[in-house]
């Protein structure tokens, strides 16, 4: 156990590095990820169910000691990210389903992802955490209303069907992994270290058969 918490926690220390590997890796050999982008929302749950399994009681404090650092936070994950999404794609003149990716990149949570970038830069862990919580909460209604608002140039967006989509695919698992902690806090308290690792792994897996799906839309 311990050596796969060393692994981990050099797989976090190093991720950016990792992901700018494993994105050469699928843009140079796309055939080899193609199955990763059949499996992106497994992939997400899992990131969003290893983000759970992180949150502690005490880590709900935070978003009532710092509500100013907490709101500014969530109003710039719902208004730089997706608008710069958007001008990406109009600029980039991007096809209506690399487009729509783009902005639903762009208009969802941060995550575990944001948490791990945060604490690998010496930032305040505690802060991310609680502005992960919030923009993690409210993402069922704000991710499809921004995605409705912004995609709907491209293409043609059920905004109730993407409410269920980020339910059960963001909400749920984070709840879920809150839940199994609450119930079994001691147990997975020993394998924390490891924790990091479930994110690791799913987001350049996410990110690798994104660079695939691209490679393949511009080749065919």
């Known amino acids: 156990m311990k050596n796969i918490g060393k692994i981990a926690s050099f797989l976090t220390r190093y991720i950016s590095i990792i992901i700018l590997f494993f994105s050469a890796a699928a843009f140079w050999k796309p055939e080899g990820f193609s199955w990763a982008t059949n499996y992106t929302s497994i992939f997400l749950g899992v990131a969003m169910f290893g983000m759970g399994l992180t949150i502690k009681a005490k880590d709900f404090k935070i978003v009532f000691s710092k509500p100013k650092e907490i709101l500014a936070g969530c109003i710039a994950q719902y208004t730089v990210m997706p608008l710069c999404a958007w001008l990406l794609s109009v600029v980039l003149g991007l096809e209506p389903d690399l487009a729509i990716g783009v902005i639903l990149v762009g208009c969802c949570p941060g995550g575990t992802a944001s948490n791990v970038i945060t604490y690998i830069?010496?930032?305040d862990v505690a802060l991310s955490v609680g502005m992960t919580i919030v923009s993690t909460?409210?993402?069922?209604?704000?991710?499809?209303?921004?995605?409705y608002g912004l995609g709907g140039a491209w293409?043609?967006?059920?905004?109730?069907?993407?409410?269920?989509?980020?339910v059960k695919v963001v909400l749920i698992p984070v709840l879920l992994g809150i839940f199994l902690r609450w119930?079994?806090?001691?147990?997975?308290?020993?394998?924390?270290?490891?924790?990091?690792l479930i994110s690791v792994v799913s987001i350049v897996m996410i990110i690798s058969g994104i660079v695939c799906r691209l490679v393949q839309a511009a080749l065919f």
């Open 121 to 123: 830069a010496g930032g």
């Open 183 to 196: 119930i079994i806090g001691r147990q997975i308290e020993k394998i924390s270290g490891i924790l990091p």
């Open 137 to 147: 909460l409210i993402a069922p209604i704000m991710t499809p209303l921004l995605v």
């Open 155 to 166: 293409v043609e967006v059920s905004f109730f069907s993407m409410v269920i989509s980020v």
